[in-house]
């Protein structure tokens, strides 16, 4: 059997590598749109402080955009270097959309991007606006293929197990591009991307006007953010619903434990706000709900019911014995492919083979899972409950956070005054970090909560890793995090000293700092 301990630090690796990413993705996501709305303007009026406006935060871009190349390819890497047997049992399905990421959306972008820094002297204004559009759909279909190789990991469609290869094969591609679940997650993901491009924009902006520094320069910038922000603010709450949805359909697990909710309630569910959760008795002391609204998010009905903790094991359990039935039949069909009456019995239980995958974390031969031991798999299918209930909360709280600040940024726009609100300028700057945390509470929730599952319902985690010893794994991950911590500050460096420059960097004659 693998041990506990490697699992643990492949788990800790790949977590540590794509948060760190998942650092430079949103920015990247969010600020591409804000330079095309800002070219557009140009072109459209000629007027050339929206062409520098568009060429200094395209200088910010720039920076965010390398160090997040740099930080992605190594992720991707660790698929066949930690986690060797995960890209074996189902590389067919998830090596298929990151290929067309590589192929397409990957040499699109860069393409574009590279046109975008070194053409402004050698394409038309219209030409150039072009190369800054396909720039931003190449950045998005990155994300699209990418997030649609991650909703199948959640809801994995469009795919079945084969006997023959002994691995899980795709029947479906357009299942799997049309995944509910993925295309739910690409919305609300770069929605969450178009957030924090905006805050970043209306953060300095906000420093500028009360440095009293590039004052129409900031003005415009401080427009733009605040009106893209407060509509891709209102698309991640309005879009995280549908999230919520399709999280009810394809993981009630996820579900359950987002909500703290133990045992089953009547339809319709009522949304717990807080509550005291206590894990070791499976039971919350005291809780603060309100009526009907979980019910209409995560099943759209006034009638139908969301499975509680306590009724998802019980469900489990049986999966699991099923599933020892499944393995066993995959056992003997290694030795004997030609028996029917084995094909059929694989056949009507290999719905549960994943199920009996998780007893191989305790025992080698499933056939010989005492009851105890079963009840330690049951327990494993349910994620601990406190972090993924306070980090939901958490994140949802910076949303409507984010979406007063907007609104009120929106509004003093609107009148003209948006410089003469110091209190809201320090707001702004001050929720400079608020729409990272949120992406970063948003990618636990999402891959915490399909603990004990790389594949949910097919492939456990503890099956997933390389054959690495402990040892490496404690190097690797080490060099790693100073890797990336180095590029981390490396960036934050950059990103300040340009900011603090403002579009005097540019070297036009038009602005402050002209001779730093």
């Given at each position: 059997?693998?041990?506990e301990?490697?699992?643990?630090?492949?788990?800790?690796?790949?977590?540590?590598?794509?948060?760190?990413?998942?650092?430079?993705?949103?920015?990247?996501?969010?600020?591409?749109?804000?330079?095309?709305?800002?070219e557009?303007?140009?072109?459209?009026?000629?007027?050339?402080?929206?062409?520098?406006?568009?060429?200094?935060?395209?200088?910010?871009?720039?920076?965010?955009?390398?160090?997040?190349?740099?930080?992605?390819?190594?992720?991707?890497?660790?698929?066949?270097?930690?986690?060797?047997f995960?890209?074996?049992?189902v590389?067919?399905?998830?090596?298929?959309?990151?290929?067309?990421?590589?192929m397409?959306a990957?040499?699109?972008?860069?393409?574009?991007?590279g046109?975008?820094?070194?053409?402004?002297?050698?394409?038309?204004?219209t030409?150039?606006?072009?190369?800054?559009?396909?720039?931003?759909?190449?950045t998005?279909?990155?994300?699209?293929w990418i997030?649609?190789?991650?909703g199948?990991?959640?809801?994995?469609?469009?795919?079945?197990?084969?006997?023959?290869?002994?691995?899980?094969?795709?029947?479906d591609?357009?299942?799997?591009?049309f995944?509910?679940?993925?295309?739910?997650k690409?919305?609300?993901?770069?929605?969450?991307g178009?957030?924090?491009?905006?805050?970043?924009?209306?953060?300095?902006?906000?420093?500028?006007?009360?440095?009293?520094?590039?004052?129409?320069?900031?003005?415009?910038?401080?427009?733009?953010?605040?009106a893209f922000?407060?509509?891709?603010?209102l698309?991640?709450?309005?879009?995280?619903?549908?999230?919520?949805?399709?999280?009810?359909?394809?993981?009630?697990?996820?579900?359950?434990?987002?909500?703290?909710?133990?045992?089953?309630?009547?339809?319709?569910?009522?949304?717990?706000?807080?509550a005291s959760?206590?894990?070791?008795?499976?039971?919350?002391?005291?809780?603060?709900?309100?009526?009907?609204?979980?019910?209409?998010?995560?099943?759209?009905?006034?009638?139908?019911?969301?499975?509680?903790?306590?009724?998802?094991?019980?469900k489990?359990?049986?999966?699991?014995?099923?599933?020892?039935?499944?393995?066993?039949?995959?056992?003997?069909?290694?030795?004997?492919?030609?028996?029917?009456?084995?094909?059929?019995?694989?056949?009507?239980?290999?719905?549960?083979?994943?199920?009996?995958f998780?007893?191989?974390?305790?025992?080698?031969?499933?056939?010989?899972?005492?009851?105890?031991?079963?009840?330690?798999?049951?327990?494993?299918?349910?994620?601990?409950?406190?972090?993924?209930?306070?980090?939901?909360?958490?994140?949802?709280?910076?949303?409507?956070a984010?979406?007063?600040?907007?609104?009120?940024?929106?509004?003093?726009?609107?009148?003209?005054?948006?410089?003469?609100?110091?209190?809201?300028?320090?707001?702004?700057?001050?929720?400079?970090?608020?729409?990272?945390?949120?992406?970063?509470?948003?990618?636990?929730?999402?891959?915490?909560?399909?603990?004990?599952?790389?594949?949910?319902?097919?492939?456990?985690?503890?099956?997933?890793?390389?054959?690495?010893?402990?040892?490496s794994?404690?190097?690797?991950?080490?060099?790693?995090?100073?890797?990336?911590?180095?590029?981390?500050?490396?960036?934050?460096?950059?990103?300040v000293?340009?900011?603090?420059?403002?579009?005097?960097?540019?070297?036009?004659?038009?602005?402050?700092?002209?001779?730093?």
């Amino acid at each position: 059997m693998i041990s506990e301990q490697l699992v643990d630090l492949s788990r800790l690796q790949f977590a540590a590598t794509a948060m760190y990413h998942f650092l430079f993705v949103p920015l990247t996501l969010g600020m591409v749109w804000l330079l095309v709305i800002m070219e557009t303007v140009f072109v459209m009026t000629g007027n050339v402080i929206w062409k520098d406006m568009t060429r200094y935060w395209g200088k910010l871009f720039g920076i965010n955009f390398a160090l997040g190349v740099t930080t992605g390819i190594t992720l991707e890497f660790q698929f066949g270097t930690n986690w060797a047997f995960y890209s074996h049992y189902v590389g067919d399905i998830f090596g298929a959309p990151l290929a067309i990421e590589g192929m397409m959306a990957f040499f699109l972008e860069s393409t574009f991007i590279g046109l975008f820094f070194f053409g402004w002297d050698r394409l038309s204004r219209t030409q150039h606006l072009m190369v800054t559009i396909l720039m931003a759909v190449g950045t998005n279909l990155s994300a699209l293929w990418i997030l649609i190789a991650n909703g199948w990991m959640q809801n994995p469609v469009g795919a079945e197990f084969s006997y023959v290869t002994m691995r899980m094969e795709m029947t479906d591609f357009w299942a799997v591009v049309f995944n509910p679940d993925a295309q739910a997650k690409f919305v609300h993901t770069v929605s969450a991307g178009y957030t924090t491009g905006a805050m970043f924009v209306l953060s300095i902006s906000s420093w500028f006007l009360l440095k009293k520094q590039d004052v129409e320069f900031a003005k415009r910038s401080f427009r733009v953010a605040s009106a893209f922000g407060l509509a891709s603010v209102l698309s991640v709450i309005v879009l995280g619903d549908e999230s919520g949805y399709t999280v009810g359909e394809a993981q009630q697990t996820k579900m359950a434990a987002l909500e703290a909710m133990w045992e089953t309630k009547p339809a319709p569910a009522s949304l717990t706000l807080i509550a005291s959760i206590n894990e070791a008795e499976s039971k919350n002391n005291w809780e603060v709900d309100i009526p009907w609204v979980m019910g209409l998010i995560g099943t759209r009905s006034l009638t139908k019911e969301i499975p509680g903790i306590h009724e998802i094991k019980a469900k489990n359990r049986e999966r699991i014995k099923r599933g020892i039935v499944a393995v066993k039949a995959l056992d003997d069909l290694r030795n004997n492919r030609e028996s029917v009456e084995v094909k059929r019995r694989f056949e009507e239980y290999k719905n549960d083979l994943g199920f009996g995958f998780l007893l191989k974390k305790y025992v080698d031969d499933v056939s010989l899972a005492t009851p105890e031991i079963i009840e330690k798999a049951v327990n494993d299918t349910v994620p601990r409950v406190t972090p993924m209930f306070w980090s939901f909360r958490a994140m949802v709280g910076l949303g409507f956070a984010m979406l007063m600040l907007f609104a009120v940024a929106f509004w003093t726009t609107l009148k003209s005054k948006c410089s003469e609100h110091p209190y809201l300028l320090r707001a702004a700057l001050w929720m400079l970090p608020a729409p990272w945390i949120a992406c970063e509470l948003g990618w636990f929730v999402a891959e915490y909560g399909r603990q004990p599952w790389t594949i949910y319902g097919v492939l456990p985690t503890h099956m997933s890793v390389s054959t690495l010893t402990v040892n490496s794994l404690y190097g690797s991950l080490a060099g790693f995090i100073i890797f990336y911590t180095v590029l981390l500050v490396v960036e934050v460096f950059l990103m300040v000293k340009f900011a603090r420059m403002g579009p005097g960097s540019l070297g036009t004659g038009r602005y402050a700092n002209e001779g730093h």
